[in-house]
DNA sequence: GGGCATTTGTCACACGAGTGAAATATTACC
DNA sequence: GGTAATATTTCACTCGTGTGACAAATGCCC
């Protein structure tokens, strides 16, 4: 999830020039792209390979572009993938339309292909505020996702970003013991190479960093296995 | 407000011919019409019998039409007012700027006086949502978004563009982190091809501006992820 | 239109927090 | 008590950020 990995777009287009322009912009901008040039197929891919993003053609064969945004978006398991639609010039009240139906941003023909890119990045960027479950708490401690905050017993509590990280995932799966190859690998973005020990460091600096306003430690080791998030008494 | 007078519709306008077509249909829809054919007296006229409404001309004599228009949305005195452009067919870019600059709808000539009338009401009823929600405030500053104007702790702020855009986007969003690529995205009118270390100057500069009367900093620096505005400390 | 002030984007440098590894001390388990 | 695992401390180095300076771009005024 905080991986850097590849994004997928899936692209649903039955112009065959506007589908290869649109595949080889997304492809040189590191997108992994899939693309149908129906309506129903869409549907099904839009489930079966879970883009980060649509671009969807106004018109197609099929089921209709609009008809499509729609049932995306009325599937919860799809809902929340964004959107662009790609429109032909001047149709204003499609686009009130195409809005009103869920997509996520428009894009009249023709258009230049770095911009819908560009738009699309910006757009994944964007976050979305009704996807953020963003209150984490366990114990006393309360983590706000959004506001990148920890707070103990109400208590702010500066922590450095690894710090951060691991204390999220704890609280993302509390009670739940992890070794420390496991810690490195959700913990830290570029956990190659990175000594085992390492993780004994962190957790300490965890601790002390939660622990300045003298709260019992939250943070169980268990002896040759790893770490947990755990309340219990030790 | 809620008084029905008559609306006041100040028409600026150098073709004789359309000047009158003009004033013919909104007096006959129970307007109040004021005219003039130049950009600078049309700027002392607006802020004289302060209009509804201004009918302007995209080429006039004097000060240009565009000019007019960013001028009275400058004027805290004259910003509120609704605008429309008269434009010559075919000017895209034109409409774009336009709209930047603050106008609120545009019509091409050759126009059907009726439905220059038609959209001007339309205008008036429209409810400038820019114009309601009109003040932001959070941890002693306050934002008068129709005012233009930041206040920390009653003191006036003054702010350049980039400064006001950040500060506004922070007290929409407040204790919300963004990374400098989301600020670039929300911030910047183009914002293609600016460094993301651009961001830090500029937070920088908005800090140096709201603390100038020596309060604490109310943008937090998240360490590798971007900025917040918070009031809690560290 | 020309000259001036402001705004803006970028850079170079400095500083300090954050990090990872190593060395030593402590604890837990048999 | 012996051994293995973990805790703690320390240190060097990296990387992100703050800062001031500068040049280009923009807008403004006459």
Redesign the pocket.
């Known amino acids: 999830m905080a991986r850097e990995a590849h994004k997928r777009v899936l692209v649903v287009e039955d112009d065959r020039n506007i589908e290869e322009l649109v595949r080889l912009h997304f492809s040189k901008a590191g997108f992994e792209v899939t693309s149908t040039a129906d309506g129903d197929e869409a549907l099904v891919l839009v489930e079966e390979i879970k883009p980060d993003l649509v671009i969807l053609d106004w018109m197609i064969e099929g089921t209709s572009g609009i008809e499509v945004c729609r049932r995306i978006r009325r599937n919860s398991k799809t809902a929340h993938v964004a959107i662009v639609m790609l429109t032909a010039r001047g149709e204003e009240s499609d686009k009130l339309r195409g809005l009103e139906t869920g997509a996520d941003d428009f894009v009249t023909k023709p258009f230049s292909p770095k911009e819908l890119v560009a738009r699309a990045q910006a757009l994944l960027r964007r976050t979305r505020p009704s996807l953020l479950a963003d209150k984490l708490a366990y114990g006393g401690i309360e983590l706000d996702v959004a506001a990148h905050r920890v707070r103990r017993e109400g208590q702010v509590v500066?922590?450095?970003?690894?710090?951060y990280r691991l204390l999220k995932h704890f609280l993302e799966n509390p009670e739940k013991v992890y070794s420390?190859q496991q810690l490195l690998d959700v913990a830290?973005p570029?956990n190659e190479?990175?000594?085992l020990?390492?993780v004994?460091?962190?957790?300490?600096?965890l601790?002390v960093a939660l622990g300045g306003s003298g709260g019992t430690d939250l943070i169980r080791?268990?002896?040759?296995?790893?770490?947990s998030l755990d309340a219990s008494a030790a």
Chains 1, 2 share one sequence.
């Open positions: 500066p922590l450095s970003p690894t710090e420390r830290w570029h190479d990175i000594e020990r390492t004994d460091v962190h957790i300490r600096r601790r080791t268990v002896r040759s296995e790893g770490y």
